[in-house]
């Protein structure tokens, strides 16, 4: 059973940084794709960027030049770094994941994952 489990979440003045983290279990992701995604109450939950294990990265043109996916392969952890935070990143942000040796072409919309994590809440203010 795969799981996944977000934590790094908090509240930050406009200009910080957060760092969130996505704890992976049960998923084997030789080939795979893991991303980060955001919703905010009434809208839609959207992309953020998403990470290919056999190499590159996607990012929604919102956050690109400001937040960085990474993967650390022996903790079995995603990474979202989010620099430069604005008020409008302020969302509950969910970590997802393909099924196996399923890539990510660019960036994709929720639908093409099929694991979530709970999320965890990100407030920045102004």
């Known amino acids: 059973e795969v799981q996944l489990a977000e934590s790094g979440g908090g509240s930050v003045q406009a200009g910080g940084s957060l760092r969130l983290s996505c704890a992976a279990s049960?998923?084997?992701?030789?080939?795979?794709?893991m991303g980060w995604f955001r919703q905010v109450p009434g809208k839609e939950r959207e992309a953020v960027a998403n990470?290919?294990?056999?190499?590159?990265?996607n990012y929604a043109d919102s956050v690109k030049g400001r937040f960085t996916i990474s993967l650390h392969n022996a903790k079995n952890t995603l990474y979202l770094q989010m620099d430069s935070l604005k008020p409008e990143d302020t969302a509950t942000y969910y970590c997802?994941?393909?099924?196996?040796?399923?890539?990510?072409?660019?960036?994709?919309?929720?639908?093409?994952?099929?694991?979530w994590g709970q999320g965890t809440q990100v407030t920045v203010s102004s």
């Open positions: 997802a994941a393909r099924a196996n040796s399923l890539r990510c072409w660019s960036v994709l919309a929720p639908s093409y994952f099929i694991f």
């Open positions: 049960g998923y084997t992701y030789t080939n795979g794709c």
């Open positions: 990470f290919n294990y056999d190499g590159g990265t």
